[in-house]
């Protein structure tokens, strides 16, 4: 998602209340995965405009985060954000621009791993998934959630219902996003094909599906 449009659009959509409220169960979802870890650091792979990093920056006060994404656009709009957000996440929170398939960090250096509607946007899964794996310590958590493809018979209808919240440009990234997203058996084939040890593929309602691992002791 490169585009200015499309940047516009999505991050427009966001400040509604739907997705702010999908944020939400997202970032508690990433939170119940740590079972109360006071400190760590998490990375978000294809942050956008770092809403996800910002809100859960503000429910884990102790925590290092980190937010990158392949757009400058985004994370021009990730650091406008932050800057927004007041001094509290000052010296916890940065956003850096960077190909979520190979990052410049160590291995195992992070304890939370998350990618939010961006499998889809990938051209080869198995190479992130991969790339995941080597960031992510052995024992640490990791929330992938994306959009879920319905069959091909329901899918109109579950287009325009799941999508009555948007208009214009946005309506139509959602369209396309939910044609290019995976089903929950694909998803399980390319878990089983990688690295990524005790992770599970798991279902959030009709509309996400995803791979949680638990932050274990």
């Known amino acids: 998602m490169d585009d200015s449009g499309e940047v516009e659009a999505y991050s427009s959509a966001t400040a509604q209340a739907y997705l702010d409220r999908l944020d939400d169960t997202f970032t508690e979802h990433a939170r119940r995965l740590l079972h109360g870890r006071e400190r760590g650091r998490a990375l978000d792979i294809g942050t956008g405009p770092g809403q996800i990093v910002i809100k859960l920056a503000r429910l884990l006060t102790r925590w290092q985060l980190v937010g990158v994404d392949r757009s400058p656009h985004m994370i021009a709009e990730a650091v406008a954000n932050l800057d927004a957000a007041g001094n509290e996440l000052v010296g916890r929170v940065e956003f850096s621009l960077a190909d ?9 250096t992070f304890d939370l791993v998350l990618c939010n509607s961006v499998l889809h946007h990938v051209a080869k899964l ?3 998934l991969a790339e ?4 992510a310590r052995p024992r640490g958590a990791i929330l992938l959630r994306d959009l879920r493809r319905p069959n ?3 899918h109109p209808l579950h287009v325009r219902w799941h999508g009555r919240h948007y208009s214009g440009k946005m309506r139509e990234l959602f369209r396309d996003s939910v ?7 694909e998803l399980q084939r390319f878990l089983d094909a990688s690295p990524l040890r005790g ?10 599906i995803g791979i949680e691992r638990a932050l274990s002791a």
């Open 132 to 135: 995941i794996a080597r960031l």
């Open 126 to 128: 198995e190479t992130l």
């Open 199 to 208: 992770a599970r593929v798991f279902e959030h309602g009709r509309t996400h």
């Open 179 to 185: 044609r290019a997203a995976y089903t929950a058996p």
């Open 152 to 154: 091909r018979f329901v």
């Open 100 to 108: 979520g398939n190979t990052l410049p960090f160590p291995d195992a």
